[in-house]
């Protein structure tokens, strides 16, 4: 199949809110406010509220270190759908360059930033550089060993059950959350859980903005230096059979400094279909999500407004009572 030929459709044009930020304005316009949001909790100092924190180097090793660690993302994985990955081998040196890179493209104007902006009928926009062309090869090959290690805590024997996933599309979006006169009324990023296998996310600035759903409350998460913060996304949820779940967050803005931040989705190939893996799937754990080309998958999400997890759920089996799984 040739991917270049197949229209998922396109995201929704919207004004430059940059460029909205840059009149110092002192209220928010009324098409940007959102009421009745749910209050974070604030509270940085219970490890009970604090995402995992994974050691790469540890996943790797070849001694007892490595069966720890995998428990710890197994548990990460079930519990949370979020953790932080730290000694990833990524080089410091490049992800300072990308970092700087993604600022100076934030500043130049207006003009300059439309020449490499979404073109009629795509789903993506913007450019690439050398930079980013090794930071991509780079979290291909981090994301790829952290699918494989993941299910090889599934037990999913036969890798062949995940080829969709590991060899599936990268894709980046680089968002940009400008300082809000009125933070309490809006919202940077609606409620929402991800399409992908797995999202990488790099925080470009020392602007925290990011909070995850968890036993109904909204958690702050608090980035630590040079770490990755992925996720599980619906995908690998449904491959999964809803073992390792994906979780709801959003993005909060700063009354004083804008936020930055570079999110990686590694996401299942167009040609292929989304299941649960066939050798998670038995008499006791049956099927809880229909299995549907990725194709038909995208075009469905690309089609409605983002909603919490409610595509994911549209997607899952209903029992003999009529609830769903």
């Known amino acids: 199949m040739d991917t270049k030929e197949i229209l998922l459709g396109r995201t929704m044009a919207v004004p430059f809110v940059q460029e909205l930020a840059k009149k110092a304005l002192t209220s928010v316009p009324p098409r940007y406010v959102l009421p009745d949001q749910d209050p974070p909790i604030i509270s940085h100092n219970s490890s009970s509220t604090q995402v995992p924190v994974i050691d790469m180097k540890r996943l790797l090793s070849e001694d007892f270190m490595m069966d720890s660690e995998l428990q710890k993302l197994d548990h990460a994985c079930r519990e949370w759908g979020f953790f932080q990955l730290i000694n990833h081998e990524v080089s410091s040196t490049l992800i300072e360059k990308v970092k700087k890179e993604t600022e100076e493209f934030f500043k130049l104007p207006i003009e300059e930033k439309k020449k490499y902006g979404q073109k009629g009928g795509d789903v993506e926009g913007y450019g690439n550089s050398e930079a980013l062309e090794a930071y991509s090869a780079e979290l291909k090959n981090v994301s790829g060993k952290i699918l494989k290690l993941m299910g090889k805590n599934l037990r999913i024997m036969d ?167």
């Open 159 to 325: 890798t062949n059950e995940m080829t969709t996933m590991l060899e599936g599309r990268q894709a980046m979006s680089f968002n940009y959350y400008p300082a809000c006169p009125e933070p309490e009324q809006v919202i940077g990023l609606a409620p929402h859980s991800d399409f992908s296998g797995l999202t990488i996310l790099l925080e470009v600035n020392d602007v925290q903005g990011l909070q995850i759903k968890k036993d109904e409350m909204w958690i702050p998460v608090k980035s630590l230096p040079d770490a990755f913060i992925i996720n599980i996304g619906d995908t690998f949820e449904i491959l999964s059979n809803g073992t390792y779940r994906s979780i709801e967050h959003r993005a909060t803005v700063n009354s004083l400094k804008e936020r930055m931040s570079i999110a990686t989705f590694c996401s299942p190939s167009l040609d292929g279909e989304i299941g649960p893996a066939p050798s998670l799937v038995t008499p006791e754990t049956p099927a809880m999500f229909r299995r549907i080309g990725v194709v038909d998958y995208c075009k469905g999400l690309f089609s409605r407004k983002l909603d919490g997890k409610s595509y994911l759920d549209a997607m899952r089996i209903q029992n003999e009572e009529g609830n769903s799984n």
